[in-house]
């Protein structure tokens, strides 16, 4: 069964940096395209961005490129999303998905991100 | 970027009704290469995360029933769900899977009186 659990999230103060982490499992993690998507407390859905196979390539919404990095540890069968200089309007729930063809075939629960001061 | 204009964002209908929830894109989801068109529709139930409803357009994923069918080609494209039950209560969101950066619609509440 493919299960994808996110961690790392939680309330962080404007400007500051976090890291969320995304463990596979039920498949061969290092077979496949990962992306993060997020959600707003008003329910917009945003894609923030993906990750090759092998890691050697991502692509990114242009809004969100210089502050978030996507990578992968596929030893772990992790994945991760660096956010850096984060804002209000980070506030969100980010999941991580497995991708197929640009789309999200599974889905983790998702992780809360509260960005306040 | 692509932009998904979807429609309605709200409706609210008795069970066995049918439903339809439109998307529409600013450019066309047509590829010239394969002739099909990159469009997906999820379905979020309430505290849970979306799942893939329907990809290319008209694909069902495996074990979506078939009571939901999607149709619409380039720009115009159509969820329909015939005979409403209740446990199709959520939100539904379209989404390109065309080129990059994805995007997806501003979804669709669908409410059962």
């Known amino acids: 069964e493919v299960q994808l659990v996110e961690s790392g999230g939680g309330l962080v103060q404007p400007g500051t940096s976090l890291k969320l982490s995304c463990v596979a499992s039920g498949f061969t993690f290092s077979d496949y395209w990962m992306s993060w998507v997020r959600q707003t407390p008003g329910k917009t859905m945003e894609w923030i961005g993906d990750i090759k196979y092998d890691g050697s390539y991502t692509n990114y919404a242009p809004s969100l490129k210089n502050r978030f990095t996507i990578s992968r540890d596929n030893a772990k069968s992790t994945l991760y999303l660096q956010m850096s200089n984060v804002r209000s309007e980070d506030t969100a729930t980010y999941y991580c998905?497995?991708?197929?063809?640009?789309?999200?075939?599974?889905w983790g629960q998702g992780v809360m991100v509260t960005v306040s001061s | 970027d692509i932009v998904m204009t979807q429609s309605p964002s709200s409706l609210a209908v008795s069970a066995g009704e049918t439903v339809t929830i439109n998307c529409k894109s600013s450019?066309?989801?047509?590829?010239?290469?394969?002739?099909?068109?990159?469009l997906a529709w999820y379905q979020q139930k309430p505290g849970q995360s979306p799942k893939l409803l329907i990809y290319?357009?008209?694909t069902r994923e495996s074990g979506v029933p078939d009571r939901f069918i999607g149709s619409g080609s380039r720009t115009d494209f159509t969820l329909t769900i015939s005979s409403v039950q209740a446990e199709d209560l959520a939100d539904y969101y379209c989404?390109?899977?065309?080129?990059?950066?994805?995007?997806f619609g501003s979804g669709t509440k669908l409410e059962i009186k």
């Open positions: 989404q390109q899977h065309y080129s990059y950066p994805l995007t």
């Open positions: 450019q066309s989801l047509l590829s010239s290469g394969n002739q099909k068109n990159y």
């Open positions: 998905t497995r991708e197929e063809h640009n789309m999200g075939i599974y």
């Open positions: 290319l357009a008209s």
